[in-house]
T-cell receptor
Framework: AQSVTQLDSQVPVFEEAPVELRCNYS??????LFWYVQYPNQGLQLLLK??????LVKSINGFEAEFNKSQTSFHLRKPSVHISDTAEYFC?????????????FGTGTRLLVSP | SQTIHQWPATLVQPVGSPLSLECTVE??????LYWYRQAAGRGLQLLFY??????ISSEVPQNLSASRPQDRQFILSSKKLLLSDSGFYLC?????????????FGPGTRLTVL
């Protein structure tokens, strides 16, 4: 079974500052890794994912995440945040080669960007 | 393009009353369908998933049930609601059986049980 830990429930940051949202996972098998974002009162949207290859993956809105197998981490970063980045961010994993995708989510990190 | 609908958007129900939440997907065929519950401070919990009509798998034993009467319709039900059933219910869909496929989420239903 897999588990995902997001230690920071809330991260306050000023606009244009850098931010890192931490994600650690536990699994006895290979996994795919995902970051989903949830804006207020909306469903979740995929932000980025790591499947294989380059360990650094990027989204179209400036976020990036790096897969670190030795540390079982997939931290999300952005060098300069905007007010519009205020949202809840969920890290998730799914097992490779199960024949069906079941996502296991972390508890989420609320990013609060203030002017 | 594909879209996913959920209704109602919000619901306030008394303890012991029945529940029916509906999810429909448009623009695709034979999707995998999922029901999640998001409770405060607890992230998303997978409740049910379905890979086809009348094929439902339950992840968490509880007083909720799910049905899939049509290919693109997924219903979450309860005969008697508990206070602990309060939360934000999200429906999602994906295609294929690969673990790397993206799941697409609906707008959610906020359920308050009083």
């Amino acid at each position: 079974a897999q588990s995902v830990t997001q230690l920071d429930s809330q991260v306050p940051v000023f606009e244009e500052a850098p931010v890192e949202l931490r994600c650690n996972y536990s699994s006895s098998v290979s996994v795919y890794l995902f970051w989903y974002v949830q804006y207020p009162n909306q469903g979740l949207q995929l932000l980025l994912k790591y499947l294989s290859g380059s360990t650094l993956v990027k989204s179209i809105n400036g976020f990036e995440a790096e897969f670190n197998k030795s540390q079982t981490s997939f931290h999300l970063r952005k060098p300069s945040v905007h007010i519009s980045d205020t949202a809840e961010y969920f890290c998730a994993v799914s097992e490779v080669n199960t024949g069906f995708q079941k996502l296991v989510f972390g508890t989420g990190t609320r990013l609060l960007v203030s002017p | 393009s594909q879209t996913i609908h959920q209704w109602p958007a919000t619901l306030v129900q008394p303890v012991g009353s029945p529940l029916s939440l509906e999810c429909t997907v448009e623009g695709t065929s034979n999707p995998n369908l999922y029901w999640y519950r998001q409770a405060a401070g607890r992230g998303l919990q997978l409740l049910f998933y379905s890979i086809g009509i009348d094929q439902i798998s339950s992840e968490v034993p509880q007083n909720l049930s799910a049905s899939r009467p049509q290919d693109r319709q997924f219903i979450l039900s309860s005969k008697k609601l508990l206070l602990s059933d309060s939360g934000f219910y999200l429906c999602a869909w994906s295609l294929g059986l690969a673990g790397h496929n993206e799941q697409f989420f609906g707008p959610g239903t906020r359920l308050t049980v009083l």
